[in-house]
């Protein structure tokens, strides 16, 4: 990424330049401003003098001002421009979370048929499923997903590779598959009361970020819960929610978390019938 290219066009307020360089090289810069980890702060040379430029939250700026703004159709017409012409090969991708959808972006200005598989119902990966929307507001991303589309990418859900379509077939199909099925595995929480029988991480418990107490869900992390599926009939009530700790974040979304989860069963009736964890 040409960071000081696009430091300079904003500081000329050249606000449509910086983001048409912001975007060239990363197509999802509104994502990426909000969860990076910013290591690039501490190579920053700036910090001999005083401290590192705040790229992250620039190029974050930069992003949004477009992005969510009445100039997000001018932009996407000059984004669509630089397409090359149509090679007349397909490539497909598999997996439209972050590493996929980057693909899709590049492989389409390139000219190539770009279709897009994801066992999910909408694209996105982790930033979608994963990520609560005070972190990640989905407006934002669903945004940079619109403009990987106007590209004339291709998106078929709810559809698993391997599974619902044998991998050799697309590999007949297609001249050519990449595979960015992504790792979904959880960051533990290492709380009192974690190790305990019966207790699962919630990362992608029913695909949605505002998982609150009360609210029912229907499955724990894909899992089982004591080697067994939860009984039919029952409704399964989450009475805690785990926050973790999260040095990225501002000091006031630190104050939920120090509880682990614990999950009830309710019968039809609103009767406790069991506890799958406890703290």
């Known amino acids: 990424m040409n960071i000081p290219r696009f430091l300079q066009l904003y500081k000329e307020d050249r606000l449509e330049d910086a983001f048409e360089a912001v975007i060239m090289d990363n197509p999802l810069p509104s994502s990426t401003g909000r969860v990076c980890q910013h290591p690039c702060d501490s190579r920053c040379r700036r910090q001999t003098i005083d401290e590192a430029v705040n790229m992250r939250e620039v190029h974050r700026f930069i992003a949004d001002s477009i992005l969510l703004s009445n100039r997000y159709e001018h932009m996407v017409k000059r984004i669509v421009v630089r397409r090359l012409e149509h090679t007349g090969r397909k490539i497909a991708i598999a997996g439209a979370g972050p590493a996929g959808l980057t ?43 619109d403009l990987i589309e106007r ?111 614990r999950i009830q069963l309710v019968d039809a009736n609103g009767q406790l019938r069991d506890e799958v964890a406890t703290r």
């Open 103 to 145: 693909a899709a972006f590049y492989l389409a200005l390139l000219g190539h048929d770009v279709t897009v598989y994801d066992a999910k119902p909408a694209a996105g990966g982790m930033l979608r499923f994963a990520l609560p929307e005070y972190r990640l507001p989905k407006t934002a991303l669903e945004r940079e997903i």
């Open 151 to 261: 590209l004339g990418v291709k998106f078929i859900f709810n559809t698993r590779i391997g599974f619902d379509i044998p991998l050799n077939d697309l590999d007949d199909r297609f001249d050519a598959v990449f595979i960015s099925i992504g790792t979904w595995k959880e960051s533990w929480v290492y709380l009192p009361g974690t190790e305990l029988k019966g207790v699962s991480n919630l990362i992608v418990a029913t695909g949605h970020n505002n998982l609150a107490i009360g609210r029912s869900v229907q499955q724990v992390s894909e899992r089982f819960i004591d080697g067994n599926k939860l009984q039919e009939g029952m409704l399964n009530r989450v009475s805690a929610v785990v926050r973790a700790y999260d040095p990225c974040l501002s000091c006031s979304t630190h104050a939920l978390g120090e509880i682990a989860l």
